[in-house]
């Protein structure tokens, strides 16, 4: 007895999809998951704060509220590009803190299902393993997936705590 032919739209409909908010660093495409962004906004004038890591830029008054800033050029020793009109602040959720990542240019938000994720190689254009949630396959180009969690170990969060608790 032959199976029913199943309802490839349904099919479709069911998978898992993840939302990503993508941006550049360089001419390589990164995304973080939508839910862990709580805004996206134009790069401002940065407050440097003296002996943190050069990857820290300092920190800015978001509403009232003193928040880090990671410039992820530098974390990922991508090389210094200067800002531009382009340039953005996404203000993220990383573990229990909110934190300002510095991009390059934010591009776009997309929609990709499990089917279209690899799990990540050892290296992708210089940036450690420990970084990486997966590369998205999406209309011909590669996506690097962000594991927002990791991008600073546990002693460097402890120090932006500590930087914000003395704001």
Known sequence: MAEPLKNTKRQ?????VRQLVTFALGREEYGVDIMR???????????????MPAFIEGVINLRGTVIPVIDLRKRFE???????????IVVVNVG???????????SEVLRLSDDQIEPPPP??????????????????RLLILLDIDKILTVNEQGALVELQAGQ
């Open 37 to 51: 962004v709580q805004e996206i906004i134009r790069f401002q004038n940065v407050t440097r704060v003296p002996q």
């Open 12 to 16: 479709a409909e069911e998978r898992p």
């Open 96 to 106: 229990s803190r909110t934190t300002g990542i510095v991009v390059d240019a934010v």
């Open 78 to 88: 991508l090389g210094s590009a200067g800002n531009t009109a382009q340039t953005r």
């Open 123 to 140: 290296a992708v254009s210089g940036i450690g393993h420990e970084y990486l949630q997966g590369v998205g396959k999406v209309q011909g």
